[in-house]
């Protein structure tokens, strides 16, 4: 999903869609997989190495000023890994891991 600029609730669209969407919905289900040997799969994309996440500006608040479509749909991608990985050290203890899949 690479779009043109677009806002959905004062968010970017590819970031609302391809991470905040699988943030919500991940924690939506943590509760049923609370016991060892259960894993959290989020998809993602060899696109994350486009962009790095905009910590200052990762909605692009100047809309078609900056926006890049591309930078977008990798920052998006790149989020995903890094809830993936905060995810694991938070649920490793409990026996849950998260991983991030590129599939191909």
Not at 14 to 27: G, K, V
Not at 43 to 70: C, I, Q
Request: with cysteine; charged share 15%.
């Amino acid at each position: 999903m690479c779009v043109p600029y677009k806002e959905i609730d004062g968010c970017e669209s590819q970031f609302f869609c391809n991470h905040i969407s699988h943030f919500l919905f991940t924690n939506l289900i943590l509760s049923h997989v609370s016991f060892p040997g259960r894993g959290i799969i989020d998809t993602t994309s060899g696109a994350y190495m486009l962009s790095p996440v905009r910590y200052e500006d990762h909605h692009f608040m100047h809309g078609w000023l900056v926006y890049n479509k591309w930078q977008a749909y990798g920052q998006s991608k790149m989020a995903n890994i890094l809830s993936g990985v905060g995810l694991t050290k938070r649920l490793k203890e409990k026996g849950i891991e998260s991983f991030a899949v590129h599939l191909a």
